[in-house]
């Protein structure tokens, strides 16, 4: 049976990480998500303890800045020490909120359990199984300072390491914080410098989102953050569980830790005939996406859109602020922070068409194209090549094929429909409107 290794993946904790602009518009949820992340983080803890991991792989910026208060500071090494408790080992890096140099005044109060790598050049550590045999080499370097724009990867190769360390391990492991390809003013590298060096898995952190590559074999990974901070970062946050095996493809594992996540949602409000309509479909809008999701608390930005008889009722000043402040207070687990009326007045399609010119040639023709028997769509009359709809479908699929895209199933039963918004696009262009 071959070596097999599991850990977790996590970092861009964040710790002491302000709500500025919420806070204006409420304390109390400014407050809320401001708890929010100490708790994500006692989450990645008990996921290492839950899952009876080999060791914790913090990839930097654990705190939101270089000077963490005594209370951040105080969180975080309990969290280690709660670690150290169980025998559970942490390897981490600073990111470019707290960079290196910073870290010498915490150093000293890190339990014994944790291996901080420093920034001047890559250092090595030798993860090693109760038996004291090396199971894992893992290379790691952490910023020196907030603008660090070289290739931190140089010299972490799986040879470096085995040199390094005066022995050979079954699993390599590298450890940075950069931004890879996605942001180049943060410690670039590209990704075929990574997957060269031998290592089997790399660890990084500073990119918010997770993203793993290449698939099936996950050997270059973020994470992403442990909480979402703004509406930049909606979704679900948390860490990964890795598990290494030889012989086998790596696997992970997302666990969320957020309990409070951000959403932007769209709702048609097309079909509400009042106010209160409206509000029922923004709350339901809420819950669905919460069904949806990993988390017990939402912060939603909801932009109602769509052609309704309420436009000039949504138009007037205030309105669509007081229907925020009233959807805030239907459901105590949901904030809305922003309600966004993108809704337009509804077409008048009648007097377009009686009036003449090109919108009523428009229409008729999307008329035309409605008219057919039922009886000559899809099935095996569609592909006959005798039907307007074939001709339909046939365009359809040159257009996607240019573009190098199967045409989605099912598309032969709603070219109608395709049909109808098309011409309300082009009738809401006509007439100066965003389509």
Known sequence: MGAKLTFIHSGDLHLGAPFRGLRALSPAWAQRLVRAIPEAYDRVIQACLDNQVDFLLLAGDMFDTDKPSYAHLRHFLRGLERLQDAGI????????????????EVATSLPPNVHMAGSDAPEFFVHRDADGQPVCL???????????????????????????????APFAIGMLHSGLWMDPFKAPVTENKLLSAGMDYWALGHIHMRYATPEP??????????????????????????????GLPNRIEFIPTAQVEWEQLCVDVSGCAGVDDILAACVRAMFDANAAAHCE???????????????????????????????????????????????????????????????????????????????????????????????????????????????????????????????????????????
């Not at 080992?89 to 707290?98: A, E, L, Q, R």
Request: proline share 6%; with cysteine; aromatic share 6%.
């Open 217 to 246: 074999d996950p050997r270059i990974v973020f994470c992403g953050c442990i909480q979402g901070r703004d509406i930049k970062e909606t979704g679900s946050r948390g860490c990964y569980k890795v598990t290494l095996e030889e």
């Open 297 to 435: 608390e939402m912060v939603a930005r909801v932009t109602i859109g769509g052609p309704t008889q309420l436009y000039d009722v949504l138009a007037r000043p205030g309105t669509v602020e007081e229907m925020r402040v009233e959807l805030n207070e239907s459901y105590p687990a949901f904030y809305c922070d922003a309600l966004i009326n993108a809704t337009t007045p509804p077409l008048d399609k009648e007097g377009l068409e009686a009036a003449g010119l090109f919108p009523a040639a428009l229409i008729r023709a999307a008329k035309s194209m409605a008219s057919q028997p039922e009886d000559s769509r899809g099935g095996k009359h569609a592909q006959s090549g005798s039907s307007r709809d074939d001709a339909r479908l046939q365009y359809l699929q040159e257009e996607f094929a240019q573009r190098g895209l199967a045409l989605p199933r099912g598309v032969d039963g709603m070219l109608d429909d395709l049909a109808e918004g098309a011409c309300d696009m082009a009738l809401a262009l006509l007439d100066g409107r965003d389509a």
């Open 89 to 104: 080992p942490v390897y981490m890096i600073p990111g470019n909120h707290d960079p290196y140099p910073n870290w010498h």
């Open 138 to 168: 893992i290379a790691a370097r952490g910023f020196s300072n907030q603008a660090s724009d070289g290739s931190i990867a140089d010299g972490m190769t799986r040879a470096a390491a085995e040199h390094a360390c005066g022995t050979g």
